[in-house]
């Protein structure tokens, strides 16, 4: 695994998670980055452009590629159709970075890794 945000004088940058009710600008000073829940596009699209944004995404990945979303706990689950469109609007709006939490997911996780890997990660492939 490679980091996008690479370690500045040997330390590791500290990614605030949430915001505990703290300021943006508290956030930004203590900060090298805020990774936080999932929101719909237009609300993220207008507060991202001053941040390097990342987000979390609890996703279950359902066996037909075009399932509708549905909503489960801080995300949804989806045909790999669907997450692929929402990680797509992500990148287009300026998120960097989304934690995939597969918790909730029913299938079976090495099979579902070999999904994402296979038919999710080659369209997000960073260039070196």
């Given at each position: 695994?490679?980091?996008?945000?690479k370690?500045?004088?040997?330390?590791?940058?500290?990614?605030?998670?949430?915001?505990?009710?703290?300021?943006?600008?508290?956030?930004?000073?203590?900060?090298?980055?805020?990774?936080?829940?999932?929101?719909?596009?237009?609300?993220?699209?207008?507060?991202?452009?001053?941040?390097?944004?990342?987000?979390?995404?609890?996703?279950?990945l359902?066996?037909?590629?075009?399932?509708?979303?549905?909503?489960?706990?801080?995300?949804?689950?989806?045909?790999?159709?669907?997450?692929?469109?929402?990680?797509?609007?992500?990148?287009?709006?300026?998120?960097?970075?989304?934690?995939?939490?597969?918790?909730?997911?029913?299938?079976?996780?090495?099979?579902?890794?070999?999904?994402?890997?296979?038919?999710?990660?080659?369209?997000?492939?960073?260039?070196?």
């Open positions: 695994m490679d980091m996008s945000l370690p500045v004088a040997g330390r590791l940058p500290l990614l605030r998670t949430g915001g505990s009710r703290q300021t943006p600008e508290r956030v930004a000073e203590h900060g090298d980055g805020w990774m936080t829940y999932p929101h719909d596009i237009p609300s993220r699209s207008r507060v991202i452009s001053a941040y390097a944004w990342m987000q979390s995404l609890c996703a279950d359902l066996d037909d590629p075009d399932a509708a979303p549905r909503p489960i706990r801080l995300g949804f689950a989806s045909g790999i159709k669907k997450l692929r469109r929402y990680l797509n609007n992500l990148e287009r709006i300026g998120v960097r970075h989304v934690a995939l939490n597969l918790r909730f997911n029913r299938a079976g996780m090495p099979a579902t890794l070999q999904r994402l890997a296979d038919e999710l990660l080659p369209d997000f492939a960073v260039e070196s």
